[in-house]
């Protein structure tokens, strides 16, 4: 199986900007893609960002393109989630997940899932 923690999530006032981490363990060999996904409180979960296996290919929703920037450090199984210019609307739990299944980078498919890290953008 595998296990996904995320960190780095807290509060941050608008223009800001946070990094949030997720260490993979386990079967992390069966990793195709890593994803960000987000959740707001009242809303339906909301895709973010995705990276490769190599990390050469990247995917972003479109209401955090230019300013959040997905990457992964191989050796140490863990992608990262650098947000700038952080805005109101941002707030949410963060999730990452990991899709076991080879294919385009896509917003669907994802198999294992972390518990989530909180992110606060107060005004």
């Known amino acids: 199986q595998v296990q996904l923690v995320e960190s780095g999530g807290g509060l941050v006032q608008a223009g800001g900007s946070l990094r949030l981490s997720c260490a993979a363990s386990?079967?992390?060999?069966?990793?195709?893609?890593m994803g960000w996904f987000r959740q707001a409180p009242g809303k339906e979960r909301e895709f973010v960002a995705a990276?490769?296996?190599?990390?050469?290919?990247?995917l972003y929703g479109d209401s955090v393109k230019g300013r959040f920037t997905i990457s992964k450090d191989g050796a140490k199984n863990t992608v990262y989630l650098q947000m700038n210019s952080l805005k109101l609307e941002d707030t949410a739990v963060y999730y990452c997940?990991?899709?076991?299944?080879?294919?385009?980078?896509?917003?669907?498919?994802?198999?294992?899932w972390g518990q989530g890290t909180q992110v606060t953008v107060s005004s």
């Open positions: 997940a990991m899709k076991t299944t080879y294919g385009t980078l896509s917003p669907d498919g994802y198999s294992y």
């Open positions: 386990g079967r992390t060999s069966t990793s195709y893609q």
């Open positions: 990276i490769s296996r190599a990390g050469l290919n990247t």
